[in-house]
């Protein structure tokens, strides 16, 4: 089963932050430093985001809807059920964050890696990541207002304005100076996924500092630990299976399924822990503990999936259709890969 080394990367900060948390001015100056670093992060989003290749996969409106649904309907419906767990498998501070899980966008990277390991609709998958971090960056806030509301540990109108401004302005400023520093980003778009990973390590430092500080970890049990984790694997094992055989009953073709399925049943670490940052505050050490397993979970999980998949029985023409879709748009499919960061 495959580890994401940047997953032990992620764990090492939180021992970092547990034996060394930062206190007083040091604390302050991680918190600015934090702030920079999610604005930083969601321009390089911006700017990475080609809007004609977005403007190209509406063609295939139908499977995007059906990720999005996926996504922002299905994945919320099964938190806000998962609701009567508490307390018996859950504390209330582990269900808030399970339910943050089930509203932050879908990952781009490893649904399209997956998708052309299974020999799916690749540039559908391109196409469906993109939207949805896109889409997300409106709608899960929304959402945490309409959802969590104030037991989201602090969650306000505030809240609300700090998302424009640290996320969907930078996210726009990208865009807007995209024609200038694409071609920039492109050639160098290994160093700064790296600057995008230790952006998202400094958030996941500054968030678990303040939950040691604020002694929320006395909060978390390994039972309560345990039973987050089956609660997790029932959630991705009926998300996959929705997102599988849905498809199916939609009409989708193979292709089309493969790339519905692993798009449509991820969640972005990139995308969550930074906006975890801001609309938890303080506590945001427990809001995205259910995010990071449940990440690592959907790798493991997704990546056996892929492998079993590419061995599917596949008729001959619907693998030269798979195969057109994976080569035929090859500068596409290098330049979309680019909008995501290692991590989600």
Not at 83 to 100: D, E, I, S
Not at 161 to 188: C, D, K, M, N, S
């Amino acid at each position: 089963m495959p580890v994401d080394p940047y997953i032990l990367l992620l764990l090492g900060t939180v021992g970092l932050a547990a034996l060394v948390p930062a206190h007083g001015t040091s604390a302050d100056v991680a918190s600015g430093a934090s702030t920079a670093a999610i604005a930083f992060l969601f321009f390089l989003y911006g700017a990475r985001l080609s809007t004609r290749e977005a403007l190209d996969g509406l063609k295939h409106w139908r499977l995007h809807a059906t990720v999005l649904a996926c996504t922002f309907v299905i994945f919320p419906l099964l938190g806000l059920a998962a609701r009567g767990l508490v307390p018996v498998f859950l504390t209330n501070p582990l269900y808030q964050g399970l339910l943050f899980l089930t509203l932050v966008p879908s990952t781009i990277q490893s649904s399209i890696a997956f998708t052309s390991m299974a020999r799916g609709n690749v540039p559908a998958a391109i196409c469906a990541g993109s939207f949805s971090s896109l889409v997300g960056i409106v709608v899960t806030p929304l959402l945490a207002a309409a959802l969590l509301g104030s037991s989201g540990g602090g969650f306000s109108a505030d809240s609300l304005l700090e998302i424009v401004l640290q996320l969907l302005v930078p996210f726009l400023a990208g865009q807007l100076t995209r024609r200038w520093i694409g071609a920039f980003i492109t050639r160098h778009k290994k160093v700064l996924g790296l600057v995008d990973r230790g952006s998202i390590l400094l958030v996941v430092y500054t968030a678990f500092s303040e939950g040691m500080v604020q002694g929320i970890w006395h909060q978390v049990s390994p039972l309560r630990l345990g039973g987050l984790m089956v609660v997790e694997a029932v959630l991705l094992a009926l998300m996959l299976a929705l997102t599988w055989y849905g498809g199916k009953v939609l009409g989708f073709d193979r292709e089309d399924r493969v790339a519905i399925q692993f798009a449509g049943s991820k969640k972005s670490l990139a995308s969550g822990l930074p906006m975890a940052s801001v609309l938890f505050g303080a506590h945001a050490s427990l809001a995205v503990l259910p995010l990071m397993l449940f990440h690592q979970m959907q790798l493991m999980v997704c990546a056996v999936i892929a492998k079993r998949r590419s061995q599917d029985p596949v008729p001959a023409e619907a693998e030269e259709s798979a195969a057109v879709n994976a080569a035929g748009p090859a500068s596409a499919s290098r330049t979309a890969v680019g909008t995501a960061t290692r991590s989600g």
